[in-house]
């Protein structure tokens, strides 16, 4: 199965990515990751939004990690749900964990799109949750995003009739990296038909500064039967080799999730991780803090350069750079330097994901040596 940043391999292995699913759009094969080789000495990797400084310390600390490997997962999986439960403040039963958030978006598409049972999303979005639904023959709906970057959920509204099964709100967006306002989201959920379920992803939950605008409906239920929310611990806790993810949700809703699970899809190695990551609130605090200032310094360097960037909540930041993004990304490749593909409309746009300083230092070394743009 294919991980939630994996989608687009490089030459090496892209014959693997097509055979995994004929229904990924060629533009965006063609927009294959450089081949990954050992650091140092590899590419620096901007392009698929992880923590570059990997899991906290204490989980690098854990014992051995063939602990019970040879027996099934069934008591670590059933301990992840429950101190997952415990964290969120619901009964276990609302709880679903799967092999990364892209299970989770999976499962959420097998269980409410299909034939007749369209997907509207907004248009540039992370992209999974389309193709799942594609593979079940669901009608897919895209909302370009509003002025502001944000969700134009007035126009998802007027997209998403009777014959919707799903909407998909990711906040922060990727790959804008901004917020859509709480209470806005709220408004729209209302006015959605009451057959319409509505899958918030945040993913990027951990990486927002405290604003108003901003609560997840994690910590912030409304008790909706058709509020699914997702989250994974692939970026603040550094695990997106491991894959977990999960989702939170009303027994009823959470259910309907877990009949459209892979049994044990989770294994003993990520579940003894997740615990030991769970409990380090310190190393949780200072991987936000980390974030934040490496986010700070973007945004410095970015107003350095007179450059424009939409402000992120997130672990990457979108730039306006007024270059064609696909000459951007191969003269990065040629300096060893791997940025995000494209998100069409955004054709002068790059999605960069930040890294350690060092490897910061270098991206802008790499810009500046371009030609400027008149």
């Given amino acids: 199965m294919l991980s939630r940043r994996t989608f687009f391999k490089a030459a090496g292995v892209s014959a693997a990515v097509a055979a995994a699913s004929a229904s990924f759009p060629k533009e965006m094969l063609a927009w294959a990751e450089p081949l990954r080789a050992p650091q140092p000495g590899g590419p620096i990797l901007l392009n698929s939004n992880e923590n570059p400084y990997g ?5 690098l600390a854990m014992g051995n990690p063939f602990q019970d490997a040879n027996r099934y997962p069934d008591h670590h999986s059933e301990r992840i749900a429950e101190r997952l439960a415990a964290l969120c403040k619901v009964a276990s039963e609302c709880v679903v964990t799967g092999c990364g958030s892209t299970e989770i978006l999976r499962v959420a598409a097998n269980a409410f799109t299909g034939p007749g049972r369209k997907l509207v ?5 992370f992209e999974a949750l389309e193709h799942y639904a594609r593979v079940v023959h669901a009608e897919t709906v895209r909302v370009p995003l509003a002025a502001d970057f944000s969700h134009d959920l007035g126009a998802m509204l007027k997209a998403a009739g009777n014959d919707t099964g799903l909407v998909y709100i990711c906040n922060p ?18 006015k959605l038909p009451k057959t319409t379920y509505v899958l918030i992803d945040e993913a990027y939950h951990d990486f927002v500064p405290a604003s108003p605008d901003y609560a997840s409906f994690i910590d912030r239920p409304i008790n909706d039967d058709r509020v699914i929310t997702a989250r994974t611990f692939s970026k603040i806790y550094g695990m997106a080799g491991l894959r977990l993810g999960y989702a939170v949700a009303t027994p009823s809703t959470a259910r309907l999730l877990q009949e459209q699970k892979l049994e044990d899809s989770l294994n003993a190695l990520v579940t003894r991780a997740a615990l030991i990551a769970l409990d380090d609130t310190a190393g949780h605090h200072q991987a936000r803090q980390r974030n934040a200032a490496d986010r700070d310094e973007f945004m410095r360097q970015v107003t350095a350069r007179k450059l424009t960037a939409i402000p992120s909540a997130a672990n990457f930041v979108m730039v306006e750079t007024g270059r064609p993004i696909r000459d951007l990304i191969g003269q990065f490749r040629q300096n060893n330097v791997a940025i995000g593909r494209p998100f069409p409309p955004f054709e002068t746009y790059a999605r960069i994901s930040l890294g350690k300083p060092d490897e ?15």
Avoid: Y
């Fill in 360 to 374: 910061m230092k270098e991206f802008w070394r790499v810009l500046d040596l371009l030609p400027s743009v008149q």
């Fill in 121 to 125: 999303t907004a248009s540039p979005t």
């Fill in 173 to 190: 967006n990727n790959p804008t990296g901004n917020v859509t306002p709480r209470s806005d989201i709220e408004d729209f959920i209302k």
């Fill in 55 to 59: 899991p906290f310390p204490s989980v």
